[in-house]
Structure formats: C-alpha cells, structure tokens
C-alpha cells in the first residue's frame, strides 16, 4: 500500500478511536458537543482519505466529497444503500456547520450514535482493504 494512503488511513482510525471514546461516555451537553466535533473531523479524514484511495487505487482524481463516496460506489467499494448514507451523513455535517441549531445538534447526536459512527467505521473498512 501507498506510504501516503497508509498515513491517511492511519489518521482516520485514530480519529475513529476519539469519537468511540467519546460515544462511550455519559451523555452530557459538553460530551454532545465534543462527539458532534470529533465526527466533524472524522468526515474531513474520511472523505479525504476516500480522496487519496481513489487517485492510488484507480486512478481517479475526485474534488468534492459527495462525488468521492459516489466513485466509491461505482468502483464497488461502498453499497447502493451505504452510498445514500454518506450523502446523507455529508448534508448532516455541512448543515451542523453552516447552521448551529441546538434541535439540530440533538438530532445528529442521535445519528452519530445510531448509525454514523458505524457507516464511517464500513468507509475505514473499504478502504483498508
């Protein structure tokens, strides 16, 4: 594998173990607060890591994150149903940025803890492969 895919890979999981660390503690406003930023950063390294694999592995230059998990997709990395995910998951965290709602922030909360964290850890997964 590419020293530089390794690199990246290896900055997703860690930030991967950050966010379980924190879905691990007790919720609390902070504790919401600092998951809701730890799966910030762990979408930026997902996407950009998705970025690096795609142009290593096939070739593919790709400059917006809705269109790498799409190429993920087309090139048999992520599923029909795990691809609609992550363009969910990418609307959640441009909205949760752009515009701070505290019903919002709940909402997403939820998300992170229900499904996202896990549809992120499937993305490491595909890649690591």
């Not at 922030?105 to 690591?128: G, P, Q």
Request: glycine fraction near 2%; proline fraction near 1%.
């Amino acid at each position: 594998m590419d020293k530089t895919l390794d690199y990246k890979l290896e900055d997703f999981k860690k930030a991967l173990d950050t966010l379980k660390a924190a879905l691990d503690e007790e919720q609390t406003d902070f504790v919401k607060d600092s998951v809701i930023k730890r799966f910030e950063y762990c979408y930026e390294l997902c996407w950009k890591t998705s970025k690096v694999f795609l142009s290593i592995k096939h070739g593919i230059e790709i400059y917006s994150p809705k269109e790498c998990f799409r190429e993920l997709r087309r090139n048999q990395h992520l599923s029909d149903e795990g691809t609609e995910a992550m363009l969910k998951l990418v609307n959640d965290r441009n909205e949760i940025i752009h515009n701070y709602d505290e019903n919002f922030a709940d909402e997403l909360y939820k998300k992170i803890v229900k499904s996202y964290y896990k549809l992120l850890n499937r993305v490491f997964k595909a890649l690591s492969e």
